[in-house]
């Protein structure tokens, strides 16, 4: 894990996934940051990266699975599990709908997700934690056990610390400090 997250810092802020400024945020925030993590995880370094520095959370929680919600989380998922076949190690990945399809089997999760099994949830960033919160209801209604959340940045903007008072494991690679500046959280 070291030096991955410093890396990932770096990238970010060279192919312009992280920039600063006056932003609205869709939730309707304001921030001097603004971070897409798509534009991250998609790219061929920063999937790569994403993968090797989150495998061992995953593994190291027990998970056999990973997961989380489309759209910021479906190449993160991709990337771990990719990772997780190259280290020897199998994590299946699962992707968590924003809402139940409305033909076919009408699934909400989307891969081969076992009941009973422990699992991660994945996510770019952790603002208020709504869609980290909105998967883990769906893996634990599909009867699994969530042991590890992660995310790429933590806006720390409640979620974190909500995910946290519920009992959940939460890490983050990326951390934004009180005056907006984004910086490698401690442990990554």
């Known amino acids: 894990m070291a030096g991955h997250a410093d890396r990932l810092l770096e990238l970010a ?106 699992v991660a949830i994945v996510d770019d960033t952790c603002s208020t934690g709504g869609s980290l919160f909105q998967a883990i209801a769906a893996a634990e209604d599909a009867g699994c056990q969530v042991v590890k959340v992660l995310s790429v940045l933590d806006r720390r903007e409640g979620g974190s610390e909500k995910l946290r008072e519920r009992g959940y494991d939460f890490s983050s690679l990326l951390i934004a400090t009180p005056e907006g500046e984004i910086m490698v959280a401690e442990g990554a």
């Open 13 to 118: 802020t060279e192919i312009g996934a992280l920039t600063y400024g006056d932003y609205t945020l869709s939730w309707g925030g304001k921030s001097k940051f603004y971070f897409d993590g798509r534009l991250l995880s998609l790219e061929p370094e920063g999937a790569y990266i994403i993968g090797q520095a989150l495998l061992p959370y995953v593994t190291g929680a027990g998970a056999t699975a990973v997961g989380g919600p489309t759209l910021g989380a479906d190449p993160m998922v991709a990337a771990i599990a990719m990772t997780s076949h190259m280290a020897g190690e199998r994590i299946s990945g699962f992707i968590v709908r924003k809402e139940t399809k409305g033909h076919g089997t009408g699934k909400l999760i989307e891969g081969p997700l076992t009941p009973g099994s422990k």
